[in-house]
Each structure stands twice: as structure tokens, then as C-alpha cells.
């Protein structure tokens, strides 16, 4: 188990307390949340598939519109990645590649055939490449080359397999996070669509 990349001391406060998520869905867990980016909204989910909390209620409100609710929840984790977290160039080409590697089949072959001709060669230029990115944006690309819209779902179990439950994000003047883990969410109050 690889814990370099969870959130320090310092930075495991933030994760802790409360969190809203906006929804149209009335649900008891998050556990058949399909982690699709949604397209409706101008952003797409920037960040990558996944469960979009936000420490706005005022936020999480406008993503329950018109009839939706306002889920109040915590979080039970502290593996979490950040934008400024590097980990190790071994545990990063690890992360990488496991990730490509547990891509369903199908998906694994169109995106290796991007890169070259040859399985082994396609896997080993891309890696080298998406060593070069931000650790957050190169699994998120590799998410968009070799997984896709429907398989969502798929890749966030990878992510939990790779021991990262989700993506802590500063945006917007309010805490984000990106939870990819939905086995990790907490939901303490629930508000139905509140027009403020």
C-alpha cells in the first residue's frame, strides 16, 4: 500500500468536516452514482469523472436545480492527490501504468494505437509522455485515451485499486474534492431544491 501520495498533517484538516453535493437523484449512498462526467453543464466536470463535492452549499444548490436536493455530507479518507502533490517518479510510472494496463480491452487497443504500431512500443511512448504531465492531469488523460465516457466507472476503480480515493482542488474561492471512492461518503442531511 503506497501512502506518499495522502493528504499530510497539515493538509487533512481541509478533507475533514462538512461537504454538500448537489444532485437531481434522491438516494441513501453514493455507492450506484455512475461517474460519468456530466455533460450539461458548461464545465463538463473539468476535473475528470468522479463525485463533485463542494464546501458551497450555495454551489452544490444550483446542480440540485429545479427538483433535485442538497446532500450534506463527510468524508471518511485521507487518500487523497492535490495539484501541487509530486509523488515519486516510481510510484508515478507505477500509477500510470496500471492504469492503462487494467483499461478494458477493447478501449486498451484503440488507445495503445495512437501511440505506435507495436503494443509494447505504444505503451512505453505514451507513459513517457504522461510522465511528463502533472500527476493529476496525466491520469485524467489517460482516463479520456484509453477508457472514455462509458467506462467511467471503470477507471475510478482503477484509481481506488492505485489507493486514491479522489482529487482535492482549490476553485472558485471554495474546496473541492473529486471522490472516486463512493464507499467513502457520508451522507448526514438531506434539502431538497432551495430557490434563494
Sequence with gaps: MKFSHFLKEDRQKPIMGVWYHGDQNKRQNFRDQKMQRDLSTQEGNDEGPGIYLTRSKKEANRYAYPNGFVYTVTVHSRKFIWDKYTPSPTEKYE?????????????????????????????ETALEQYMRWPYHNACVAIYEDFYGESEANEWANSMVANDIDGYWKWLDEHEHLVVYNPKIIQIEEEDPYDEV
Design 95 to 123: 500509477t500510470l501504468e496500471n492504469l492503462i494496463d487494467w483499461a478494458p480491452e477493447d478501449r486498451q487497443e484503440i488507445g495503445l494505437s495512437n501511440w505506435a504500431e507495436d503494443p509494447q512500443e505504444a505503451k
